[in-house]
């Protein structure tokens, strides 16, 4: 008889690695459910599950559920928290000016270059100065191009103290490409393009979407690359002289 129990005890597997991974599933996924707000519980909760699912063909069983279940929300706690952080970054990112007075060009005379407009006509940047001028760098085959277009295009005015604003296109250099785009999307302000390479070169390669704005002074006092907000927008409207120092 005590031949047969000691035997049962040498096939028995010790329990101790077995408690230890139940008991670290548990402790793993606890901490990875209170760190999910950080987002870095998901390195937990992952550890956790692992550790969790192979202590389950041992003799503790319920802890190293309780282990998994807690490492499991708190991995999805880390995806939800993790999506309303990136959420919340794009939107300061489309509600804000992108480089908030850091930018090289900022409050210096804007480039000159040639500009040649749908309606056959081509002059210089400079020529437009006495006058608040917004140049929109626009793709009108990109959808977050044609939305910003939406936009300047409600805010276009013919006031005589109103900024000129310069839908400013690289993806053709055919104007009449442009002029039927133009009307197709009727859009109301100009159209034009020029040349990309000299462009880029003064103007630090902006991505499209992107608006300069040029204050009746030739100085540049702003700049916004990415979607444009209507509520930038209109707040960059409403001193229709544009004074570069308000912004």
């Not at 101790?16 to 606890?30: F, Q």
């Not at 070169?201 to 540049?220: H, K, M, R, S």
Request: one cysteine or more; glycine letters at 10%; a negative charge.
């Amino acid at each position: 008889m005590n031949e047969m129990k000691f035997l049962d005890e040498v096939s028995s597997p010790p329990p101790g690695p077995a408690i230890g991974l139940a008991v670290a599933a548990l402790v793993l996924g606890i901490v990875s459910t209170a760190m999910s707000v950080i987002v870095t519980g998901f390195i937990f909760g992952l550890v956790g599950l692992i550790l969790g699912i192979i202590a389950l063909r041992g003799a503790h069983k319920p802890m190293a559920g309780w282990g998994i279940g807690l490492s499991l929300a708190g991995m999805l706690f880390s995806c939800v928290f993790g999506l309303i952080y990136y959420t919340g970054a794009m939107k300061k990112n489309k509600s804000s000016d992108l480089f908030s007075g850091e930018h090289s060009l900022l409050n210096k005379p804007a480039p000159d270059f040639n500009i040649s407009d749908v309606n056959g006509s081509t002059y210089k940047l400079s020529s437009l100065k006495g006058r608040g001028v917004w140049l929109n760098l626009w793709d009108p085959y990109e959808l977050q191009s044609r939305d910003t277009a939406n936009l300047l295009s409600k805010l276009q005015s013919d006031s005589q103290s109103a900024p000129i604003i310069i839908g400013l296109s690289f993806s053709t250099n055919d104007t009449n490409e442009l002029a039927d785009i133009k009307n197709r999307l009727q859009l109301p302000y100009r159209i034009a393009t020029a040349d990309e390479a000299n462009f880029d070169e003064n103007y630090d390669y902006l991505a499209t979407p992107a608006t300069i704005f040029i204050g009746a002074d030739g100085l540049i006092y702003d700049i916004i690359e990415g979607f444009h907000d209507s509520k930038i927008l209109s707040r960059k409207a409403s001193g229709l002289q544009f004074n570069p120092t308000d912004k």
